[in-house]
């Protein structure tokens, strides 16, 4: 079975300064790997996903991840915070075969003014 | 497009009722998935389905229940509601073959 790990379950930052959330995955094989980002109240929204072509995935909102299979990570950053990033944040595995998402506890992220 | 949708937003029962959630994917998604959200354990899969087909089920006893119309919607269902059921449940739509999954919004039920 495949599985993700966020390695913070909180994360606070200044607004203008870089957010780093981290992520470890346990796979098989290669996975399919996604961030999303949920705002309070809300669903769930698809920040970026990677699939295998390259391993530096550029999302929106100006999240950027890394995958890295040598560390098993897929680690989420953005150069520079804004207060509208604050929110909780999901990586996400896929499992084809079982046709199934698997989540990470969640980061939830803060942003100082 | 319009994105995925659900019915109702929020919901109030009572221990002992059954509940029935509605979810309408993207235009175009066959597979419809659902999860159930709850502060102690985190998003966990409900099931997914694909052509009116039940194709996995994740570990919920049989009180959770759900079905897939010829046009792709889906209903899940749940009966004999405990306290423990109040959660945001989400659904979420793919394209065949894709394991990219959209979510909707969401219904917060909550059992009293």
């Known amino acids: 079975a495949q599985s993700v790990t966020q390695l913070d379950s909180h994360v606070s930052v200044s607004e203008g300064t870089p957010v780093l959330l981290r992520c470890n995955y346990s796979?098989?094989?290669?996975?399919?790997l996604f961030w999303y980002v949920q705002h309070p109240n809300k669903g769930l929204q698809l920040l970026l996903k990677?699939?295998?072509?390259?391993?530096l995935v550029k999302g929106i909102n100006g999240f950027e991840a890394e995958f890295k299979k040598s560390e098993t990570s897929f680690h989420l950053t953005k150069p520079s915070a804004h207060m509208s990033d604050a929110a909780e944040y999901f990586c996400?595995?896929?499992?084809?075969?079982?046709?199934?998402?698997?989540f990470g506890a969640g980061t939830t992220v803060t942003v100082r003014a | 497009k319009a994105g995925v949708t659900q019915t109702p937003r929020y919901l109030i029962k009572t221990r002992g009722q059954q509940v029935t959630l509605s979810c309408s994917p993207i235009s175009g998604h066959r597979s419809v998935s659902w999860y159930q959200q709850t502060p102690g354990q985190g998003l966990q899969f409900l099931f997914e389905y694909f052509s009116e087909t039940q194709r996995n089920k994740g570990n919920f006893p049989g009180r959770f229940s759900g079905r897939q119309f010829s046009n792709s919607r889906s209903e899940m269902n749940v009966s004999t509601l405990e306290l423990g059921d109040s959660a945001l449940y989400l659904c979420?739509?793919?394209?065949?073959?894709?394991?990219?999954?959209?979510f909707g919004p969401g219904t917060r039920l909550l059992v009293l």
């Open positions: 796979s098989s094989y290669s996975p399919s």
């Open positions: 979420a739509s793919s394209e065949q073959g894709s394991e990219t999954q959209y």
């Open positions: 996400v595995v896929s499992d084809l075969d079982d046709y199934k998402l698997s």
């Open positions: 990677y699939t295998s072509a390259a391993t």
